[in-house]
Nanobody, 123 residues
């Protein structure tokens, strides 16, 4: 059974930082690209970032480029998102998502995602 469990969210002031983690199990973590997505109150799902299987290639939404860094530790089956210079508009539930295809790693098509962790940016 595939499981993705996020942690590390919380309340932070504008300009602050948080590091999210996603513990993965039930599949060969190192064989799949992984993603972070977010959903703000009253809005749809928004793609945030993607990292390829070995972690050497990353992609970011324009809204987070230069502020967020995605990484992974395949030995620990864990995905990370370092978030710096946080803004109120970053407030959302952040979830990690497994890419559906092993070959189309940049497809942004997901077959599993976690319950998410709440990030609130407010003074």
């Amino acid at each position: 059974e595939v499981q993705l469990v996020e942690s590390g969210g919380g309340l932070v002031q504008p300009g602050g930082s948080l590091r999210l983690s996603c513990a993965a199990s039930g599949f060969t973590f190192s064989s799949y690209a992984m993603n972070w997505v977010r959903q703000a109150p009253g809005k749809g799902l928004e793609w945030v970032s993607t990292i390829n299987m070995l972690g050497g290639i990353t992609r970011y939404a324009d809204s987070v480029k230069g502020r967020f860094t995605i990484s992974r530790d395949n030995a620990k089956n864990t995905l990370y998102l370092q978030m710096n210079s946080l803004k109120p508009e970053d407030t959302a539930v952040y979830s990690c998502a497994k890419t559906k295809s092993r070959t189309a790693w940049d497809s942004r098509q997901y077959d599993y995602w976690g319950q998410g962790t709440q990030v609130t940016v407010s003074s």
